[in-house]
T-cell receptor
Framework: GAVVSQHPSRVICKSGTSVKIECRSLDFQATTMFWYRQFPKQSLMLMATSNEGSKATYEQGVEKDKFLINHASLTLSTLTVTSAHPEDSSFYIC?????????????FGDGTRLSIL | AQKVTQAQTEISVVEKEDVTLDCVYETRDTTYYLFWYKQPPSGELVFLIRRNSFDEQNEISGRYSWNFQKSTSSFNFTITASQVVDSAVYFCALRNTGGFKTIFGAGTRLFVKA
């Protein structure tokens, strides 16, 4: 089945650093990728949607300059949390969908647990 | 304003029982999408279904079925003959087609006991 690899699975870093999370589709072309954030007590939020070669479309209330998303190829999207602070600590999840449009299922990565000290 | 309510915080059933997870939504939009996702204890999300607001047909996929009732703004999810592997948190979500906002419910944690 379709596999999405997300890396790293866990990262701990100091406040003020920037952190990059990678999301790769291993066996299919991901024309659309999604980035989610899961807060403590399980609440989920879609952060942005990106189509390969285009700028990401951010959800209302998500800071574009804070969460930089790049989808430069059909198999890779990256989320960079810039100048991370403790409140950015969260579980970040990527998802990818293939080229046949909205009826295609989404495939999820295993998530990245980000802890900012 | 958009809202998704999953009133059942936790449900516990015994294997082979049928269980229905409720999802009630609020939106002023006439076109929108509804979703269900599963998050097992391992943490990875699993996409289950996406439904367009124009398509009110119920859907069945194996032991899973979804009942979309526009009149009551509900999109309920039923698992027939539940299994231990169905134990997970299930999220319902709503996305309007006009703006850029997807709203998730708080999730329902399902425990299926052997």
């Amino acid at each position: 089945g379709a596999v999405v690899s997300q890396h790293p699975s866990r990262v701990i870093c100091k406040s003020g650093t920037s952190v990059k999370i990678e999301c790769r589709s291993l066996d299919f072309q991901a024309t659309t990728m999604f980035w989610y954030r899961q807060f403590p007590k399980q609440s989920l939020m879609l952060m942005a949607t990106s189509n390969e070669g285009s700028k990401a479309t951010y959800e209302q209330g998500v800071e574009k300059d804070k969460f930089l998303i790049n989808h430069a190829s059909l198999t890779l999207s990256t989320l960079t949390v810039t100048s991370a602070h403790p409140e950015d600590s969260s579980f970040y999840i990527c998802s990818a969908r293939g080229p046949k449009g909205l009826n295609q299922p989404q495939h999820f990565g295993d998530g990245t647990r980000l802890s900012i000290l | 304003a958009q809202k998704v309510t999953q009133a059942q915080t936790e449900i516990s059933v015994v294997e082979k029982e049928d269980v229905t997870l409720d999802c009630v939504y609020e939106t002023r939009d006439t076109t929108y999408y509804l979703f269900w996702y599963k998050q097992p204890p391992s943490g990875e999300l699993v996409f289950l279904i996406r439904r367009n607001s124009f398509d009110e047909q119920n859907e069945i996929s194996g032991r899973y079925s979804w009942n979309f009732q526009k009149s009551t703004s509900s999109f309920n999810f039923t698992i027939t003959a539940s299994q231990v592997v169905d134990s997970a948190v299930y999220f319902c979500a709503l996305r309007n087609t006009g703006g850029f906002k997807t709203i998730f419910g708080a999730g329902t944690r399902l425990f299926v006991k052997a």
